[in-house]
């Protein structure tokens, strides 16, 4: 018999009652280390007082309007991203596959307001995920997402991850831009060299065609920076938010310049929930803390140290890890065990980690992360790997 819950997810026999900063608490009072993050999600750990204050406090106001009305909270969280990035203008949804739904759309529109409505296409590349919507497994194009699921929606045109020639070759006139994560995230913590991104940049300026980067993973400081792409000093037309920009209320955005934004008008596009007052009034208190120059420091410094731990820990364990790869607090283990294994006696010693194409386990902490505790999480990783010599 069917499951009540429809099944499709695989799960650790794991139950969660409690979580506090980096820590997750198990029904059985198991204190787990959570290098996970619920994916990227908890950028500012579990039950943080500023996060839970700004929930409460707007809980006890009001829950949801409706965009037929002015939001203050959803005005104030545009402002505040506006002001700290390349963006004009912002529209908020409740997930990153909706903020792919919404770039598609606005590419799109966007030629078909140039009065080049042939300029469809979209260049995307292998190994990427940018959600499970129609569009977002279309412009992954993965076997296994899209299998069984036809007719897929059609305009996407995917080019091996690194291959230029193909890239050049692709961009053909009906291209109307290119799509990519600047950090693959479920493809296996795989950064796009900074000169890439900057190439990419050029030739999407060369052919006059839009950049839009997922962020959904890589960016709200996850990489040290707030946006990934500020690391190869570029900047995108459109840009897909979600994940950390909630601290795990669900929230997702898509930010644009004024020209990338402008087939975008009254009318073309809504959500029932998205940008509600009660996902803005956490955003954002995420973006006041996320935002702050000192604190991306500090993430920085700790990802130093994680990262030089990891870099021991792989030599310490040649048999069970390869390489340590990433950038900021978005790092991979290449494991040459199986990673569902690793995974598994990271349980084991009270460890979350978060498997990934590739073969990689995932490091995605809360952007908290103290010094002490990142050499804990190497301590149980040290653990685990022991297990599995
Ligand atoms: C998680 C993710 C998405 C999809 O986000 P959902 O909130 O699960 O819909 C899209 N792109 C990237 C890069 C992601 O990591």
Redesign the pocket.
């Known amino acids: 018999m069917i499951s009540s819950v429809l099944p499709t997810y695989s799960r650790a026999p794991l139950h969660f009652v409690k979580g506090e900063g980096c820590w997750l608490i198990e029904e059985d009072g198991r204190r787990f280390l959570d290098m996970g993050a619920g ?2 999600v908890n950028c500012l750990g579990h039950a943080h007082p500023a996060l839970v204050a700004a929930l409460t406090e707007q809980a006890n106001k009001i829950w949801h309007l409706s965009n037929l009305y002015e939001i203050p909270q959803q005005q104030e969280l545009a402002d505040k991203l506006v002001a700290a990035t390349f963006a004009d203008t912002v529209f908020f949804t ?7 739904e919404l770039a598609v759309k606005m590419a799109r529109k966007y030629w078909y307001e140039k009065g080049q409505p042939e300029k469809t296409d979209i260049v995307t590349f292998t190994g ?6 129609s569009a ?1 497994i279309a412009a992954a194009g993965s076997e296994k997402m899209i299998k069984g699921f036809g007719p897929i929606l059609p305009g996407f045109i995917h080019v091996d991850w690194a291959d230029h020639d193909a890239l050049t070759a692709a961009i053909t006139d009906t291209v109307g831009a290119i799509l990519i ?1 600047p950090v ?3 493809g296996g913590i795989r950064p796009l060299p900074d000169q890439c991104l900057k190439g990419l940049r050029d030739l999407c300026d060369e052919k006059g065609i839009l950049l839009i980067l ?5 960016g709200m400081g996850r990489t040290g920076k707030l946006f990934a792409h500020e690391w190869a000093g570029v900047e995108p037309d459109i840009m ?1 938010v ?2 950390g920009i909630g601290g795990g209320f ?1 929230l ?1 955005a898509v930010l644009a310049t004024e020209e990338a934004a402008s087939g975008m008008t009254v009318g073309t596009h809504g959500s029932t929930y998205g940008g509600n007052p009660l996902a803005c009034a956490v955003g954002s208190a995420v973006m006041d803390h996320v935002a702050d120059p000192n604190f991306l420091a500090q993430v920085n410094r700790v990802a130093g140290t994680l990262r030089q731990r990891l870099e021991g820990l792989v030599a310490a364990h040649p048999d069970v890890f390869e390489e340590v790869r990433g950038s900021g607090l978005m790092l991979g283990l290449k494991c040459r065990k199986p990673n569902a294994d690793v995974v598994k006696v990271g349980y084991a010693v009270e460890l979350i980690t978060v498997p990934a194409a590739d073969n990689v386990i995932r490091l995605l902490p809360p952007l908290t992360l103290t010094e002490d505790e990142a050499a804990e999480a190497v301590n149980r990783l040290d653990a685990a790997a022991q297990s599995l010599s």
């Open positions: 994916i990227a409740n997930s990153g596959t909706e903020s792919c990427s995920f940018h959600g499970r919507s977002g994560e693959q995230g479920e997922d962020e959904v993973q890589c897909m979600a994940k669900p997702g």
